[in-house]
T-cell receptor
Framework: KAGVTQTPRYLIKTRGQQVTLSCSPI?????VSWYQQTPGQGLQFLFE???????NKGNFPGRFSGRQFSNSRSEMNVSTLELGDSALYLC?????????????FGSGTQLSVL | GQNIDQPTEMTATEGAIVQINCTYQ??????LFWYQQHAGEAPTFLSY????GLEEKGRFSSFLSRSKGYSYLLLKELQMKDSASYLC???????????FGTGTQLKVEL
């Protein structure tokens, strides 16, 4: 079974631009979560989607948005990029929203904002 | 909200035992996870605790005390490949989110 696939692997943008990151979950997984990882802050929760609905949202500004499609694939978008948005963006999938469900992470998209 | 604390760095010797602690504060606790993350790689699941006590899985064990808001990950017979960041994560709070600590960077030396 293929793992969680994130594209692109690396991305370089300039301030003010926008970016869209893509995540394909493990086949059969219906829940997708997004995290931002930086050296100082660790993994910060962005959002969680299940069945095309956003179930949870972290404490990020409205410039960060996401969506999930009917095939469970997910995208996140960051508009009006700032230098502080430079980070590794990780996507994770799980079969459902159960408490015990462990997350399976993708390798991430490394975003650099210049 | 949720608050999770774990040491930033630890160093241990190959073949030894190391204990990585994690303390947390949350409402509506629904479980604690440990993940391992090697540099440049994705985090991978190690263990899950929801009831008090010790869960053993090979060289790795994880302990939970819900009344104390405390967990530890115990790594035995350390190997060089165990050098990695170990992430404590708690599910709970509003929306039952999975919140991660900042991770403990473990360095295993000869």
């Amino acid at each position: 079974k293929a793992g969680v696939t994130q594209t692109p692997r690396y991305l370089i943008k300039t301030r003010g631009q926008q970016v869209t990151l893509s995540c394909s979950p493990i086949s059969g997984h219906r829940s997708v979560s997004w995290y931002q990882q930086t050296p100082g802050q660790g993994l910060q929760f962005l959002f969680e989607y299940f069945s095309e609905t956003q179930r949870n949202k972290g404490n990020f500004p409205g410039r960060f948005s996401g969506r999930q499609f009917s095939n469970s694939r997910s995208e996140m978008n960051v508009s009006t990029l700032e230098l502080g948005d430079s980070a590794l963006y990780l996507c994770a999938s799980s079969p459902s929203l159960g408490h015990r469900e462990k997350l399976f992470f993708g390798s991430g998209t490394q975003l650099s904002v210049l | 909200g949720q608050n999770i604390d774990q040491p930033t760095e630890m160093t241990a010797t190959e073949g030894a035992i190391v204990q990585i602690n994690c303390t947390y504060q949350t409402s509506g606790f629904n479980g604690l996870f440990w993940y391992q993350q090697h540099a440049g790689e994705a985090p991978t699941f190690l263990s899950y605790n929801v009831l008090d006590g010790l869960e053993e899985k090979g060289r790795f064990s994880s302990f939970l005390s819900r009344s104390k808001g405390y967990s530890y990950l115990l790594l035995k017979e350390l190997q060089m490949k165990d050098s990695a960041s170990y992430l404590c994560a708690v599910r709970g709070g509003g929306g039952n989110k999975l919140t991660f600590g900042t991770g403990t960077q473990l360095k295993v030396e000869l």
